[in-house]
């Protein structure tokens, strides 16, 4: 299993888990982004997904080790779901382990904040009236 | 020379391609090949954008060798 | 399963992560604190948890109410192992469902402060030369 | 009366046992019971600990009925 990954197929908690797991960790933490009913209100249908994948996971590499310097946590895997998620699916996956819980929560607030600021991955919201948007472009 | 040109989410609707090959100049710069792409196709909305040249983020002033994969990036929305 | 238990058993983030989904929900946390190979340094050989389960269970479901005001939450859910852990294995599981991921962050940092200080469960460190110490108690 | 009380970790140890009955006066409180105990068992080490009667924290200054259960908390280390 990759620990960078963007993929068509459904994520999977578990082989993510066992990658960043360590005998010197003390915590994991595993943060699912899931396709959810609603943005900001307007009922959604489904959501797609798409990537430029090839530079999408080197930038997930490249903050993953920006997050290993700056916070001192250990082990991370993430993987980045495209193309039709239906609602409760899950979009996005972190997973960090870490000697020490503080850094592993600091840590994946931050990356999850990098991602919607520099991976190339873009959201498109199919509202239950049947329109589409691309989020944060008009 | 040739560089290719990679769209995505509302840019690839708007033309309808992933992807497009652009005959720019030997001195063309980001910024150069966007102003001819712009008088190709006067409707694609080319603001607000950000720019990869080969997965690396650049500014409009990077400049452009033959064979580069400028990738034109609107906002994005992972997570 | 219930969401907040006390047990022998080994810990299941999956069905955890069942209990806190919801249509809702943008954001899904899992937690997982595991018995680490060292603590301060000193090397650990395994590690045995006692609880008083019936006050326990019920401060776990307080602190999940409070987590729920003060954050905003959605659901929650929180295991506790007792009895021997081995290197590697899982102390304690929290899983958040919230409708955005800050709250969820904000709310399992916080969960898991307060249950170092008021649910009723001791670790017990057996040292890799023998001898063993209640954490906390001298 | 009668009550009950608890004993973990350390405690538990101590005594080699995880509860004991205890008859105390009628208007015992926490600090009373636990004077009591220390009588008969001047090893047990009570300093830093934490009370709760039927599994609710309460201070030294609580009043016991019968039956009641008073745990003795150490220090708590879980997570």
């Known amino acids: 299993m990759q620990a960078f990954l963007v993929t068509e197929a459904v994520l999977q908690p578990e082989p993510l888990r066992q990658l960043v797991s360590d005998p010197g960790h003390g915590a994991i933490v595993l943060f699912e982004g899931v396709a959810r009913n609603n943005f900001g209100g307007r009922a959604t249908a489904y959501l797609e997904y798409e990537a430029y994948p090839e530079m999408a996971e080197q930038q997930l590499v490249l903050l993953a080790r920006q997050a290993q310097v700056q916070f001192g946590i250990g082990k991370v895997a993430i993987h980045h779901r495209v193309g039709v998620l239906q609602i409760g699916e899950t979009a996005v996956l972190i997973a960090i382990g870490s000697a020490h819980r503080g850094a592993a929560f600091a840590a994946v607030a931050w990356l999850m904040d990098q991602i919607k600021v520099v991976v190339p991955i873009w959201k498109c919201e199919h509202w239950t009236d049947g329109s589409q948007e691309w989020v944060g472009q008009r | ?79």
């Open chain 2, 1 to 79: 020379m040739i560089i290719s040109i990679r769209l995505f989410a509302g840019l690839r609707e708007a033309l309808n391609q992933s992807s497009l090959n652009l005959d720019v100049a030997e001195t063309a710069t980001v910024g150069t090949a966007l102003a001819q792409l712009a008088e190709l196709h006067p409707k694609l909305p080319l603001t607000g954008l950000a720019y990869a040249i080969n997965r690396q983020y650049v500014t409009l002033e990077a400049t452009l060798q033959p064979n580069d994969e400028l990738a034109l990036i609107p906002p994005v929305s992972g997570g």
